[in-house]
C-alpha cells in the first residue's frame, strides 16, 4: 500500500508564532503543582518514604524512640526529616512531656495519591 504524501516547502514562522497548537493542557492549577512538588520534594530522600511508611502502617502516633533504631541516622538527623515533612504537611507531631510522637495526616497522602491514580 503506497502512500501519497505532498511535502510543502521548508517555510519559516514569524518571531513569536507557535509551532503549533499543544495537545495536552495542565489539569493541576499553579497552587496545586506547587502543593505537591512541596510533597514530593519531601518524599524525595529514602528515608523520609520509609519514615513516612512506618509511620502511615502503624496504628496511631510512634514515639521518636521507636522510630531511631529502625535508621542508621543520628538523633538530629532523625528530627531533621521529620521535620521536613512537617513542613510539607504529611505528618503532625504530638509532644508528651520530652517525647514526640509523629503521626501521618491521612488527607496529605489521599491528595498525593488522587493526583498520581488520577
Known amino acids: 500500500m503506497a502512500v501519497d504524501l505532498t511535502l510543502a516547502p521548508k517555510q519559516k514562522r514569524p518571531v513569536g508564532e507557535a509551532c503549533c497548537e499543544p495537545l495536552v493542557h495542565p489539569d493541576v492549577s499553579v497552587t496545586q ?5 512541596q510533597v514530593a520534594k519531601a518524599l524525595s530522600d529514602p ?4 519514615l ?3 509511620l502511615r502502617r502503624h496504628a496511631g502516633k510512634v514515639c521518636v524512640c521507636e522510630l531511631q533504631p529502625l535508621f542508621d541516622i543520628g538523633q538530629p538527623t532523625l528530627s531533621h526529616h ?6 510539607a504537611g504529611l505528618i503532625d507531631i ?3 512531656g520530652l ?5 501521618v495526616l ?7 495519591s488522587g493526583w498520581l491514580g488520577g
Open 33 to 37: 503543582a506547587a502543593r505537591l512538588a
Open 99 to 103: 517525647w514526640a510522637y509523629p503521626y
Open 106 to 112: 491521612p488527607d496529605a497522602l489521599e491528595e498525593l
Open 47 to 50: 528515608v523520609r518514604v520509609q
Open 94 to 96: 504530638e509532644r508528651r
Open 82 to 87: 521529620l521535620k521536613k515533612l512537617r513542613e
Open 52 to 54: 513516612v511508611d512506618v
